[in-house]
């Protein structure tokens, strides 16, 4: 029924009035009715108790104008059944301010609250300190319009925000803001923490969810951001001459981890390796350096090479030119991994070789695990580069038997 076709009587004791719907008797089972004060009064919410304000907070999500009619069950669901009492008092004060219509049907047992309409969720919330339910998403819209950043990787990072919800995607859109500044401004290698403070104040003020978020995006160790000061793993038997003298690698019964401030500072190695050997898994990385060859250098391929690793790594291939035995787990990703890291010897005209990455290697695993979607759309791009001839087996083996495996069962 139409508003200004409602029939109100007057306010009973309580200032309520009330309206009767339809045409049938206020005092059959079928009636049907309307309650409220008709000069609200505006409440002060700095006075009600605080488990009123977090509930009012808790039903005018739902509100989203004033013709949104809730559910009066669903609204004493919210306030759970220790918070029945809360509900009924905090109902009570709004429908004696005008700040609700009650909407009520008659039973056997008298009226009964159905719904209620709050009518002015807006002002309320201004009063509780609330936003608008839209708020965050009008902002976002205003906000995404002015994201402008020359770096394609910054810029595909933006296009991806309108799939985060509009307040994270707010918060993020901040992110790229600072990350785009430290590029700017702060080009030296740097922890997480430095960043956090740089971007936002605070050291740890971005969770887990956004760092991921940006990894997954942005090559955040080629910035220099990193969890920790990154480190290149190597065993090696040469000697390493810096303008500050020498140190012998093959004096120590380990593998040592190098910054890549301290791989920068070589300036040269003797004598070269026969040959390098890069291990992606960490387990078998560290099997091999207990038995490793004198005239063997080897490095540990942290997945993916970040940007500061690749960087390093051409740095002693310069020093050290070398061919390389590549072993990484015999999978699509392990695939693609050999490939990048191979891609270094090749800019440099050294040859590389793929090691226990073949057919036979993945047959020989007493345990595999079966391919993913992802794994058999990376193989179909794969497939389209020119490989070396084990790798090309590996594939085709890992399509005809639809399984991949690790390499910690090949050392």
């Not at 981890?257 to 291990?279: K, N, Q, S």
């Amino acid at each position: 029924m139409p508003a200004d076709e409602i029939a109100w009587s007057g306010p009973d004791e309580h200032g309520i009035s009330t309206a009767v719907l339809g045409k049938a008797d206020a005092s059959s089972l079928r009636g049907h009715r309307l309650r409220r004060a008709l000069a609200p009064r505006a409440p002060d919410p700095e006075v009600w108790p605080g488990a009123w304000r977090r509930l009012a907070a808790q039903w005018l999500k739902g509100a989203t104008s004033a013709d949104t009619r809730l559910q009066w069950e669903a609204l004493l669901r919210k306030a759970g059944a220790e918070g029945a009492n809360t509900a009924l008092a905090l109902y009570e004060n709004l429908l004696a301010h005008g700040q609700i219509e009650a909407e009520e049907t008659r039973d056997r047992g008298g009226w009964k609250l159905k719904r209620l309409r709050f009518t002015d969720p807006a002002a309320l919330r201004r009063g509780l300190g609330l936003p608008e339910p839209d708020a965050d998403l009008r902002a976002w819209l205003q906000r995404r319009d002015t994201l402008d950043y020359a770096d394609a990787d910054l810029a595909a990072a933006a296009h991806d925000l309108d799939t985060c919800a509009p307040r994270t995607a707010l918060g993020r859109a901040d992110l790229l803001d600072a990350l785009a500044r430290w590029r700017r401004d702060r080009p030296t290698a740097a922890t997480r923490r430095d960043f956090s403070l740089f971007a936002r104040g605070d050291t740890k003020a971005i969770g887990d969810a956004d760092w991921t978020w940006l990894e997954e995006r942005l090559d955040l160790a080629a910035d220099g951001i990193v969890a920790h000061a990154p480190l290149l793993l190597v065993r090696a038997s040469f000697a390493c001459s810096t303008l500050a003298g020498r140190v012998e690698l093959g004096a120590l019964p380990g593998f040592i981890g190098l910054p890549p401030t301290a791989v920068a500072a070589i300036t040269g190695i003797e004598p070269a390796p026969r040959r390098w050997r890069l291990v992606e898994n960490r387990t078998v990385f560290d099997r091999l350096a207990a038995k490793l060859s004198a005239d063997e250098a080897l490095l540990w391929l942290p997945g993916y090479p970040p940007g500061w690793w690749s960087k390093a790594v051409r740095h002693l291939l310069r020093l050290a030119p070398a061919p390389a035995g590549i072993a990484c787990d015999p999978d699509p990703d392990g695939i693609a991994i050999a490939m990048l890291a191979g891609s270094l010897w090749q800019e440099c005209g050294l040859s590389w070789a793929p090691d226990q990455m073949d057919a036979d290697a993945l047959e020989r695993l007493p345990a595999k695990r079966e391919l993913s979607v992802r794994d058999l759309a990376l193989l179909d791009r794969l497939e389209r580069d020119t490989l070396p001839p084990a790798l090309v087996a590996l594939a085709a083996a890992m399509r005809s038997s639809g399984r991949k495996g690790e390499q910690e069962g090949l050392f």
